[in-house]
């Protein structure tokens, strides 16, 4: 039961990011390296949603320390971008992959790395901490 409890989860999570998404294109090495790209997102409400109904996902802040530092969403992973090519390794492959920066920017570059790399499940949170932050979500600072 738990098992198809976990696959009913995933399958919704799958379906609301679909809504959301636009494919991506390209390959590249070095995310800030990546032009600006097309990449699957979620929006401020979508991850509420998402959060709300317990699935499993990880939150990757791709801000630098000082920004992370002052503010970021509660539960956060910080790899800053220029970080990210020695250290994507660590993130599991079966969580879907939530990340953000402070406006997208950044974010873009690194879901785009991420999907390069084989992270299926990385989407980037649309309009960032910003938008968290407009929405009138808590952060946390440290």
Request: glycine content about 6%; some cysteine; aromatic content about 8%.
């Given at each position: ?19 959301f ?8 090495n070095?995310?800030s ?9 979620i929006?401020?409400?979508s ?12 939150l ?21 971008l220029g ?12 969580k ?10 950044r974010s ?8 390069d790399?084989g ?5 980037t949170?649309?309009?960032?901490i ?13």
């Amino acid at each position: 039961m738990s098992s198809r409890l976990n696959l009913l989860q995933r399958a919704f999570f799958v379906a609301i990011c679909l809504m959301f998404v636009t494919p991506q294109q390209g390959q590249a090495n070095d995310p800030s390296q990546v032009v600006q790209e097309t990449v699957p997102s979620i929006t401020v409400q979508s991850l509420q949603t998402l959060a709300g109904k317990k699935s499993p996902f990880l939150l990757l802040d791709v801000r630098q320390p000082e920004e992370y530092a002052e503010s970021h969403i509660e539960g956060a992973t910080l790899i800053p971008l220029g970080q990210l090519p020695d250290q994507y390794q660590e993130l599991p492959k079966d969580k879907t992959l939530v990340v953000y920066c402070r406006s997208g920017k950044r974010s873009d570059k690194a879901t785009a790395f991420l999907l390069d790399h084989g992270y299926k499940n990385a989407v980037t949170l649309s309009g960032g901490i910003n938008a968290w932050i407009e929405s009138q979500n808590k952060v946390v600072s440290q």
